[in-house]
């Protein structure tokens, strides 16, 4: 028996869903025209031009040598040692010079003349040198060693006006305190011993003289500083220079060797300084400078050291 075939599922027809038309674009709206940018003023007193961007209500200008002049007075009076260095030299001076004054008293004896006592400072002073080569170094040494020196030629490019700056800031200085404690150290002396006072001219040149010739041998180590780039390296040399040759001068027992032998002892720091004080500390040699010379020979040493310093600051990288 066979089975009837299935009747076809009739198709119902279907309603099409009506499609949502795409909505219209938005009409193009014009945005309005606003008002041209206003450039700021600049502060009276500057040049005029056009003027883009942040302008700074704050006056510039350009830097000069009294902005150097600031910054290395910052620098070198905020640095623990020259707090500590000069007030060393401070020590030696005033110490040795008064216990000098005192065993003279102490011992009744007599000095030859006013001079003598002024002269009771001289060792005191010597020793004092010691701190202001150290000093002079420093100040332009220690900037190579701590990096120092690179944003200090990044805020100043002139090479030239920073070294200017550093040598009349440390000249000024040492001239002021080494001035002053030689005053104070020689009146003190002169009243210990008891003696009449020196003339004028002979206190003049054992304060005055003697403060510009130690604030010019600071400038000559830092001269040598800035050549040698290293602390230890220029201050190691700038000691062999003020002892070195009466130390060689000391040992030379050959005749052949007296002409070089005066020449070393005449020319040595130690006795130029004991020049400023006449031949009263015993140690002055009659043949070599004397009066204000010197003072005129370190001076020009200094200057071409000076010269050579600033060439090199300029010439090489840092």
């Known amino acids: 028996m066979t089975t009837p075939p299935t009747p076809p599922t009739p198709q ?8 949502t038309p795409p909505a219209a674009p938005a009409p ?6 606003q008002a041209p940018h206003q450039a700021p003023q600049r502060p009276s007193g500057l040049h005029t031009g056009p003027v883009s961007g942040y302008v700074s209500p704050i006056p510039a200008r350009g830097t000069h040598l009294g902005d150097a002049l600031a910054s290395e007075w910052t620098k070198l009076r905020s640095v623990r040692s020259t707090m500590w260095t000069l007030g060393v030299m401070i020590v030696l001076m005033v110490g040795i010079g ?7 008293a102490t011992a009744n004896a007599q000095v030859a003349d006013a001079e003598s006592v002024l002269a009771l400072g001289f060792f005191g002073v010597l020793l004092g040198t010691l701190c202001v080569i150290t000093l002079g170094v420093m100040t332009i040494a220690s900037e190579y060693s701590t990096g120092m020196i690179r944003t200090t030629l ?3 490019p002139s090479r030239v006006r920073v ?7 440390f000249f000024v200085l040492v001239f002021v305190i080494t001035a002053l404690t030689t005053m104070i150290v020689g009146a003190l002396q002169t009243s210990i011993v008891d003696t009449a006072s020196p003339d004028p001219e002979s206190w003049f040149r054992a304060t ?7 604030a010019t041998l600071g400038l000559l180590s830092m001269a040598v500083g800035a050549l040698i780039r290293h602390s230890a390296g220029a201050i190691t040399v700038m000691i062999g220079v003020v002892l070195l040759p009466l130390v060689l001068a000391m040992f030379m027992f050959a005749e052949s060797l007296n002409g070089l032998r005066d020449s070393l002892f005449e020319y040595s720091i130690p006795n130029q300084l004991s020049v400023f004080y006449t031949d009263s500390a015993g140690i002055a040699s009659p043949t070599g400078p004397s009066g204000w ?3 005129w ?3 020009a040493v200094t200057a071409v050291a000076m010269a050579g310093a600033c060439f090199a600051l300029d010439r090489r990288d840092v």
């Open 293 to 295: 010379e010197p003072l």
């Open 28 to 33: 193009y709206q014009q945005i309005p025209p």
């Open 154 to 156: 990044t805020a100043c």
């Open 98 to 104: 008064l216990l000098a004054a005192v065993i003279v």
């Open 208 to 214: 005055v003289g003697i403060s510009l010739y130690l």
């Open 163 to 169: 070294l200017a700056a550093k040598a009349i800031v």
């Open 297 to 299: 020979i370190l001076l």
């Open 12 to 19: 119902i027809p279907t309603t099409p869903t009506p499609q």
